[in-house]
Structure formats: C-alpha cells, structure tokens
C-alpha cells in the first residue's frame, strides 16, 4: 500500500446524500437486509486532525479481505472512505439496519472504534484517508484499521 493518494482523487462536497439502492439503480431493490437509506454523507472530519495516510485505490476485485467483515479504525484514528467510481454499500454495526450506498465523490467519515464493513456488488474504485488527533501516536502503516492487519 502506499502512502501518497491517487491521482483520481476528486474531493466529496459536505453534505452530498449516499443514495437508495432504489434511486442508484432503477428497478432493482435490495433483497436481503434492510434498504439503504438516502442518509447525509459526512465529508467533515473533526477539526485538529493530521492526515496519516491514504491507502491505495481498490475496487470490487481488489480489496482487503477485512473490509468485507466487521472491523473498526484504531484508537485516536478516524478514517475517511472516499468513492471514486461507482458505489458501495456502507454499513455501521450498531446500525445495521440503515445501511447507506456511497456513490462516487461520496464519502462516509469513520470514528474510531466504531465497528462497521463494506457491501462490494458493483463496479467500484474508493481508497481509505487515516487522520489521528494530534495528541494520539500514530499507529503503523497497515494497522490503522483491524481490516488492514494482515495477521
């Protein structure tokens, strides 16, 4: 993984919405779990942070296998999903019943230790931003988030 950004990287605008399932692809619905709600898509991380890293681009194919299983971001650390292409199903843990589709130039902020995992059914490129506070030691690159550990 790197520790630069890609050079697609196209910053979501605050307060852009994720979209339903519904509105993201005409005719179809969700058929297993909830639907994915028309939710407010946060690209405002808390003031103070520093900027660690951003990880690789990685798409429906290529991903760490973590991402796909409940996982949290480190203590002190706050991670920014950003989609570049396409859209992705974002899910909260404690609340799975409000799972929200991120389209491109979307993003979801992600506090620290708040378990949560991605929905990959479609085309996709999104890449991970890792902030810490300023006051918190910075974990080591690939353990920002349990998804990245490769143990």
Same mark, same amino acid.
């Given at each position: 993984?790197?520790?630069?950004?890609?050079?697609?990287?196209?910053?979501?605008?605050?307060?852009?919405?994720?979209?339903?399932?519904?509105?993201?692809?005409?005719?179809?619905?969700?058929?297993?779990?909830?639907?994915?709600?028309?939710?407010?898509?946060?690209?405002?991380?808390?003031?103070?942070?520093?900027?660690?890293?951003?990880?690789?681009?990685?798409?429906?194919?290529?991903? #760490?296998? =973590?991402? @796909?299983?409940?996982?949290?971001?480190?203590?002190? &650390?706050?991670?920014? *999903?950003?989609? +570049? %292409?396409?859209?992705?199903?974002?899910?909260?843990?404690?609340?799975?019943?409000?799972?929200?589709?991120?389209?491109?130039?979307?993003?979801?902020?992600? #506090?620290? =230790?708040? @378990?949560?995992?991605?929905?990959?059914?479609?085309? &996709?490129?999104?890449? *991970?931003?890792? +902030? %810490?506070?300023?006051?918190?030691?910075?974990?080591?690159?690939?353990?920002?988030?349990?998804?990245?550990?490769?143990?």
């Amino acid at each position: 993984m790197s520790t630069g950004g890609s050079s697609d990287y196209s910053p979501s605008s605050p307060g852009r919405l994720a979209r339903s399932e519904a509105e993201s692809k005409p005719g179809s619905t969700r058929t297993t779990g909830p639907s994915p709600r028309l939710a407010p898509v946060t690209a405002a991380l808390p003031t103070g942070l520093e900027h660690v890293r951003t990880t690789d681009v990685f798409d429906e194919h290529h991903h #760490p296998a =973590g991402l @796909l299983r409940a996982h949290r971001v480190a203590d002190g &650390v706050w991670a920014r *999903l950003v989609v +570049h %292409r396409g859209e992705l199903t974002f899910v909260f843990e404690d609340d799975a019943e409000h799972p929200m589709v991120v389209a491109a130039e979307g993003s979801v902020v992600i #506090p620290p =230790g708040r @378990l949560h995992h991605v929905e990959l059914g479609r085309p &996709v490129r999104f890449a *991970l931003e890792f +902030h %810490r506070e300023r006051t918190a030691d910075a974990p080591a690159a690939g353990r920002e988030s349990t998804a990245l550990d490769p143990s």
